[in-house]
């Protein structure tokens, strides 16, 4: 393979709404910036070939054709940042080789996955993470005439949804963790905001007939091999619902292995970053969803104020204060309306899977009292999803602290695990 080198002022990694708006800004500003990511086409989750149908996209639309028409954009897809070679370069993995990319000034915006949480059939084929089913969906995944049963906590329930409505399955329902009254306060909160509201009423009128159950999770898969259904509780009710896949998403957890590579402070789980989104390592900025989970909008103004400030625009980025405290509003209200309910701590047996790729069960993990321990008592954590699916799962079922990061750093494969392409 061959290696080459190159060396710019601003580095991007992650092409999603953070990083579009983080190096567009930082190339306005004069700075030569390169844009990483590993899919072959920009947008992120959110705008996953949203290239093929910008005109029914004007938000994506701006930022994807700003950062195309913008000279100082060198933008490198289907490549990954994998490891820091040094501090002040990083190595990044093409089909042709690697490339050492050299910067002044690096913004890690590389997003969040779904959580995916343990519970009895949870293994079985096709129980899938639901923005992972809605991705494969745009990426070519059949899911005409399928009949999808949707699971877990947060709008983005709501999104994949309506995405696999548009794609022809069929949602049999969405089944929400939290309860009806913290929805109702969030819903309040949505209809003073026109753009939120605009979406809600979409998604509405896209789901019309679908059931929506509040307050309500599952408690096992079943089917032989591969999932033919799903037991879902509501307070003292159970019931069964048939599918063809259960689509999964307990919220999402930032991506910040890199940032922890670089030696970033983080606080459950987010990088932690000052006004201008710096970090605690100064060269270091984090922008989006590796930050806090805040939807688009947070996305969009913290890669702005970081292009801004990476490329030496303070007065620029503090311009953006005020749109940032909006947004990081909404964060809070996301987290106090979807917190998880503890009674979902206890839905794996002993005899439930944990780790996927190496079918270790949860009572393999017995006399364990750390995530060090489970892992060299039961050899977890080392299979093709890299440990995130287990190691997440842990960190939810027994408030384990994890260990630090190691290279290499993968973009999350997680959540695909499972599916039937
Ligand atoms: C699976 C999934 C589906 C979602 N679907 C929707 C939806 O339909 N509607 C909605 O409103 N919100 C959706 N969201 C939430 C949405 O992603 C956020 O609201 C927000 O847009 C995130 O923007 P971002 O730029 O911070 O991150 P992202 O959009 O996640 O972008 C991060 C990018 O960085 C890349 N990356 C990560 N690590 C590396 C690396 N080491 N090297 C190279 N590239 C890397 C990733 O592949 C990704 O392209 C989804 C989230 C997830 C996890």
């Known amino acids: 393979?061959?290696?080459?080198?190159?060396?710019?002022?601003?580095?991007?990694?992650?092409?999603?709404?953070?990083?579009?708006?983080?190096?567009?800004?930082?190339?306005?500003?004069?700075?030569?910036?390169?844009?990483?990511?590993?899919?072959?086409?920009?947008?992120?989750?959110?705008?996953?070939?949203?290239?093929?149908?910008?005109?029914?996209?004007?938000?994506?639309?701006?930022?994807?054709?700003?950062?195309?028409?913008?000279?100082?954009?060198?933008?490198?897809?289907?490549?990954?940042v994998a490891g820091i070679a040094d501090r002040r370069s990083v190595a990044v993995e093409t089909a042709q080789g690697t490339l050492h990319l050299g910067y002044e000034k690096i913004v890690l915006a590389t997003g969040a996955r779904e959580r995916l949480i343990p519970f009895p059939g949870w293994t079985l084929r096709n129980v899938v993470g639901a923005g992972a089913l809605q991705a494969m969906s745009k990426e070519g995944l059949s899911v005409k005439g399928k009949r999808i049963v949707i699971v877990g906590s947060g709008p983005l329930l709501l999104a994949a949804a309506t995405s696999l409505h548009y794609a022809g399955a069929s949602i049999a329902c969405i089944v929400e963790q939290a309860p009806w009254w913290r929805l109702a306060r969030f819903a309040l909160r949505v209809v003073r905001d026109e753009t939120k509201l605009r979406q809600a009423r979409s998604m509405r009128r896209a789901l019309r007939g679908v059931p929506y159950h509040s307050g309500a999770w599952p408690i096992a898969a079943y089917g032989d091999g591969r999932?033919?259904?799903?037991?879902?509780?509501?307070?003292?009710?159970?019931?069964?619902?048939?599918?063809?896949?259960?689509?999964?998403?307990?919220?999402?957890?930032?991506?910040?292995?890199?940032?922890?590579?670089?030696?970033?402070?983080?606080?459950?789980?987010?990088?932690?970053?000052?006004?201008?989104q710096r970090s605690s390592i100064g060269f270091v900025y984090c922008a989006g969803e590796i930050s806090g989970i805040g939807g688009l909008e947070r996305s969009l103004v913290e890669g702005e104020i970081a292009g801004y400030a990476a490329s030496g625009q303070h007065e620029a980025a503090r311009a953006l204060g005020a749109r940032h405290a909006r947004a990081r509003d909404f964060s809070r209200a996301l987290d106090q309306t979807f917190a998880l309910r503890s009674a979902l701590r206890r839905l794996a047996?002993?005899?439930?899977?944990?780790?996927?790729?190496?079918?270790?069960?949860?009572?393999?993990?017995?006399?364990?009292?750390?995530?060090?321990?489970?892992?060299?008592?039961?050899?977890?954590?080392?299979?093709?999803?890299e440990g995130r699916v287990c190691c997440d799962a842990a960190q939810f079922l027994f408030g384990w602290r994890l260990n630090d990061a190691r290279p290499p750093v993968y973009p999350d494969p997680a959540s695909i695990v499972g599916a039937e392409m």
């Open 227 to 276: 999932v033919e259904g799903v037991t879902l509780r509501s307070g003292l009710r159970e019931w069964r619902e048939r599918c063809d896949y259960l689509a999964c998403s307990f919220q999402l957890i930032p991506n910040a292995e890199l940032a922890k590579l670089f030696g970033c402070r983080t606080d459950r789980g987010a990088v932690i970053v000052d006004q201008e």
């Open 1 to 80: 393979m061959a290696e080459d080198a190159r060396q710019v002022d601003v580095l991007v990694v992650g092409a999603g709404p953070a990083g579009l708006a983080a190096a567009a800004r930082a190339a306005e500003s004069g700075a030569r910036v390169a844009l990483v990511d590993n899919n072959p086409d920009v947008g992120g989750q959110i705008w996953r070939r949203a290239t093929q149908h910008l005109q029914y996209l004007p938000v994506a639309r701006e930022w994807i054709e700003r950062v195309a028409q913008s000279p100082n954009i060198e933008r490198i897809s289907g490549a990954y």
């Open 349 to 385: 047996t002993p005899e439930t899977v944990i780790c996927r790729c190496e079918d270790v069960r949860l009572r393999d993990w017995a006399g364990t009292g750390s995530w060090r321990a489970a892992k060299a008592q039961a050899h977890c954590g080392t299979g093709p999803c």
